[in-house]
């Protein structure tokens, strides 16, 4: 049964309404998922800007599934958490990232995707943690990280046994990627952000694919399956 994902990351706010039309006929074009691998506000890192973001807006209107937690859809308050990602319509997902006190309701650690095809996707995010665990900053902050690969294995086991493809997405860059997929080959795809790479690249290690993208809403690609094999094909937005 084909599959088809549209992968973006590192957009820094600069998803103009033209190409969210575009992704989102893509999106409906191919019977894809359309996911982002993080970093996709403007904001910097622990605060909120004070108006809402149009990224948010224009992400919705594409019609996105998915979208991990990058260092700058973090925030340390409560009150700023919610301003960044209150207004998204579809999942936000962070597995490392968890609630210190009150649940937030806006912040999820996995999720289940059906594709038009008939599909089930699971996917889950890893987000490169921005305060360390135990400081000081961790206990005045909302929501605490655990370190990415402590909680793999939690996902894997959750999501593993009741879905057809199981993606991560993950946003901390360099070669943890590559040392997640060695760890766990049960992750069939991982859909990288915080690279910035230059151009996209696909990498394979084992049974693992690590897919990587253009930054800065430059492109996106588009991720084929044929049989245990990804293909990748660029997209210029």
């Known amino acids: 049964m084909s599959l088809c994902l549209i992968h973006t990351a590192d957009l820094h706010g600069r998803l103009r309404a033209g ?3 575009r992704l989102r006929d893509l999106r409906r074009e191919r019977g894809a998922l359309l996911v982002d691998a993080g970093d996709a506000l403007l904001a910097p890192n622990l605060f909120a ?3 809402p973001e149009r990224t948010v807006r224009r992400m919705n209107e594409a019609g996105y599934d998915a ?3 990058g260092n700058r859809e973090y925030a340390l308050t409560r009150r700023a958490l919610a301003a960044k990602l209150g207004g998204f319509r579809f999942p936000i997902l962070s ?3 968890l609630p210190r006190r009150a649940p937030l309701p806006f912040l999820q650690r996995w999720t289940i995707r059906q594709t038009a ?3 089930r996707v699971g996917l889950f995010g890893l987000s490169q943690p921005i305060i360390e665990p135990g400081s000081c900053w961790e206990r005045l902050a909302a929501a605490r990280y655990v370190p990415p690969l402590q909680v793999v294995s939690e996902a894997v086991g959750a999501l593993r046994e009741q879905v057809d493809v ?3 997405l993950t946003h901390f860059g360099r070669r943890p990627e590559a040392d997640l997929a060695a760890a766990y080959p049960e992750i069939d795809l991982i859909l990288a952000g915080h690279w910035h790479a230059h151009a996209p690249t696909l990498e394979r290690v084992g049974p693992v694919t690590i897919s990587r993208t253009f930054p800065h809403a430059r492109g996106a690609v588009i991720l084929t399956r044929d049989g ?6 660029p997209l210029e937005l």
């Open 19 to 21: 190409q969210a039309q």
């Open 49 to 51: 800007l004070p108006w």
């Open 67 to 69: 979208l991990c937690v």
């Open 95 to 97: 597995t490392n990232l």
């Open 117 to 119: 095809a008939g599909l």
């Open 166 to 168: 199981l993606v991560a």
């Open 228 to 233: 245990d094999q990804w293909r990748q094909e």
